[in-house]
């Protein structure tokens, strides 16, 4: 899949470790930025990395910031995305289960490596269940 990724300063260091495990596991990578650990504003990187998922450029979009809150709530504001902040690796399966989502966001300074490492892993090998679910994504959008 073709996957964009994003961050703000915070999150800059565990961006690499996303975009490594991503191209690891076969999927193509668009690195939305920022490429230093210069302070940067997180809703710039979002709204780029919602966008290119939202116009059909990228297949799904991954994001961080320092809580994950910043470019959840920035990438939520775009039409037809749902980003969800995985806090623990239930939460990404769950996400892409029950909420369709298409970003993933992540905290840099509350979770680890091993913690963003599996919840991709199980992000990637969940399903949108649809069903009842598919009746609530729908009562999402305006
Ligand atoms: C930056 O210091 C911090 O506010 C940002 O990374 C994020 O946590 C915002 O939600």
Redesign the pocket.
Known sequence: MRIAVGS????YEFKKTVSAWLERNGHEVNDMGPYSEESVD?PDYARKVGEAVAKGECDQGVLL???????SISANKIPGIRAALACKPEFATLARQHNNANVLCF???FTDAPTIEQSLENWFAAEFEGGRHERRVAKIEP
């Open positions: 703000d300063h915070a999150g997180y910031c320092g809580t994950g809150i910043g470019v905290s840099a300074r």
